[in-house]
């Protein structure tokens, strides 16, 4: 850095020091020296009794997939977002449902084999994650030359410009955000993957609204991890990263003193460990220094201080996980209990969920498709308040007995056990035994919405690649084609494996739907099979 810019510290306004920290991201590769009382009821005889189609069984993350077709074909690029060294992020178009994505593009000559490896890696762990405040991966696709990762789109701008834009946040403000963040990092935790980048640079606004939410992104530097199990490999941005990641041993708590620098950094305006070059940051993350200024720091709570410095514990074993951090006496007197703002549409909520069955096997793969491809964020952001009231344990999925309190709460009803487990059955596609945030969207979106002639005929056309106006299954194939497929399957009734080719599987998926047995699928049977959802 040129000596005229090398300020003194206690020279430099807030204002001065963010533009100065926004001109400062030193990634640890470049830090020299960094040592979601009427019975429910499930629709059973035609989703699992009949062993040919019992297999046919997908989750939200199967319809994220590689594709090899040219994107142009699929999107209209509208304009670059940024660039960096391995390629650049563009606003994007669907040309189909018309609409707005961001796409990720990479170089791949400008790429070593193990960066390309860890790309694969992030992909991956991305398939993986579902949680309102972690952003969404939709598809992406892959040539001789590029990769192209298709996620939503965020308008809102990065943490960080709103830090420098609005310089002060009242600890309500700061509270929103924090309990986002760290129920993103939980959620991760939770599901053994580590970040290990968190910076107000790597959280952004969905929305340009005032009360828009958070979302946690890019995930090039996390790790899938093994409890207890210490990691080596130096990673992060200098103002944020934990001590122990520069003495490389370090675990999934370096993401939660991470947390601490930006909530410090939100409520005082400038990150607690500050200097004009990489080492005197570094220097002062090593010794773990940092002070309340009264100047600054006067109008702030006890509580909040408290958990900045639970957070900012230097031993990582004395140091919060991210869960209790977000069951600390701050969070609970500022927020409450996540209450029920809008409740007649917490009722339409809870009643879309209860209701919510896929009768038939194909009818549920085009559903998931739909809201997957199709939803808005419009859409989906109506339900958010509904799903955070219910995780009262904030891990970012629906346990049995979180969603039978909701009932209690919401509709004043009780629901026994086993009209819980029979809704769970309903919902919980990848059967973990828990309704993730994409399920709890998926029964609990407007139907009639979503299954207007409108995105019914787009969906249609995004099926019918040759473009005769009929499905085949080779067409259907591209689409649904679950990765844990497996020929041998056992049938409900006998407690006997069947041995199942895939062409009966498929020839039974279409008569479910192929009214006239002609063996395809015209949009008239199309539309039919999606509108008796709504019966």
Known sequence: MKNSKRLREKNLTNSNKLKFIKNRHFDMGNC??????????????LRSRNPKTHSFNLTHSDMIKEKHSEINLDYNFVTTLGKGAFGEVIMATNKTTGIVRAIKIINKDKQQPNQYTRMLDEIKILKTLDHPHIMKIIEFYQDDQKTYIVNEFYEGGELLEKISKKNTFTEAEAASLMNQIISAVNYCHKNKIVH????????VFETKDEDSVLKVIDFGTSEVFSPGQLLHKPMGTCYYVAPEVLLKRYTEKCDVWSCGVIMYFILCGHPPFYGSTEKRILEKVVKGLYEFKDSEWDGISEDAKDLIRKMLEYSPEKRLSAEEALNHPWFTKILGDNAIGNKNLAVKTM???ENFRAGRKLQEAIWIFLVTYFSTKEDKGKLLETFRALDKDKNGTLSREEIKQGYKLIMGKAHNDEDIEVLIKNIDTNKSGSV??????????????MLSQAKLEAAFKLFDKNGDGYLTVDELKEFFNPEQLTKKQPDPEKETEEEISEE??????MQEVDVNGDGKISLKEFKDMMLKMLK
Do not use: C, H, Q
């Open 504 to 509: 009966d599987m498929w020839k039974e998926l």
């Open 32 to 45: 020299a020296g960094a040592n979601g009382n009427k019975k429910i009821e499930v629709v059973e005889p």
């Open 196 to 203: 290990r980048d968190l910076k107000p640079e790597n959280i």
């Open 351 to 353: 009643k879309n969920l």
């Open 436 to 449: 993730d945030y994409s399920e709890f969207v998926t029964a609990t979106i407007n139907r009639i919405n």
